[in-house]
């Protein structure tokens, strides 16, 4: 069975750009969730969405939003792109949005690079 | 806030021997501690993880043990091998239908097993 897929996985914007971010849960998983991987830190909490509703949002300005489409797959936006947001953006899925289980599972991530 | 305080940053140790990782946790309610392994370029994989009800959960080489009362938890890798290298990262989270499952992850230690 195919993991968590997302693409793109490498590129590069200018400040003031928007972008894009996409992810595929692995099959049967309803919720996925965003992390921010800065260099040389842990991953950090941005959003949850579980059956297109989110259910939880990190301290993250409201130039993060994002989304998820009745097949369970969920785009990242960023708007208006600062240096800062250069980073890995990582997104997990899970079956249930509270995780009983408590589970994620990673995907490989989306390097963007910010100049 | 929700903190995860892990230690230490970097870790090398001989092929063989045992390395052991530990973090705090400052969220009282967290019942869901798991462990994630970070190869370069790669996103994080659950190696093992572990619920609050258990004080300690063994897999092969690999243990976690839980001190509920001090708030700490701590990887254990014994008979470490060359492609244990990588980025460990701790986290915690309150596991549960009515929560967003969002993990708080510590800052990661760098484990190398020189040969």
């Known amino acids: 069975d195919a993991g968590v897929t997302q693409s793109p996985t490498h590129l590069i914007k200018t400040r003031g750009q928007h972008v894009t971010l996409r992810c595929s849960p692995i099959?049967?998983?309803?919720?996925v969730s965003w992390y921010q991987q800065v260099l040389g830190q842990g991953p950090q909490f941005i959003f949850q969405y579980y059956e297109k509703e989110e259910r939880g949002r990190g301290n993250f300005p409201d130039r993060f939003s994002a989304r998820q489409f009745p097949n369970y797959s969920s785009e990242l936006n960023v708007n208006a792109l600062l240096l800062g947001d250069s980073a890995l953006y990582l997104c997990?899925?899970?079956?249930?949005?509270?995780?009983?289980?408590?589970?994620?599972?990673f995907g490989e991530g989306s390097r963007l690079t910010v100049l | 806030g929700e903190n995860v305080e892990q230690h230490p940053s970097t870790l090398s140790v001989q092929e063989g021997d045992s390395a052991v990782i530990k973090c705090t946790y400052s969220?009282?309610?967290?019942?869901?501690f798991p462990w994630y392994k970070q190869e370069l370029g790669k996103g994080p994989q659950l190696i093992i993880d572990?619920?609050?009800?258990?004080g300690e959960k063994k897999d092969q080489r690999i243990a976690v043990t839980l001190n509920k009362t001090a708030k700490h938890f701590s990887l254990h890798i014994t008979e470490t091998q060359p492609e244990d290298s990588a980025v460990y990262f701790c986290?915690?989270?309150?596991?549960?239908?009515?929560?967003?499952?969002?993990?708080?992850f510590g800052q990661g230690t760098t484990l190398q097993v020189k040969p």
């Open positions: 997990a899925s899970s079956y249930l949005a509270g995780a009983n289980t408590g589970e994620l599972f």
């Open positions: 986290a915690a989270s309150r596991a549960g239908s009515s929560n967003t499952g969002k993990l708080i």
């Open positions: 572990i619920r609050s009800n258990v």
């Open positions: 099959s049967g998983h309803k919720s």
């Open positions: 969220d009282s309610a967290s019942n869901y």
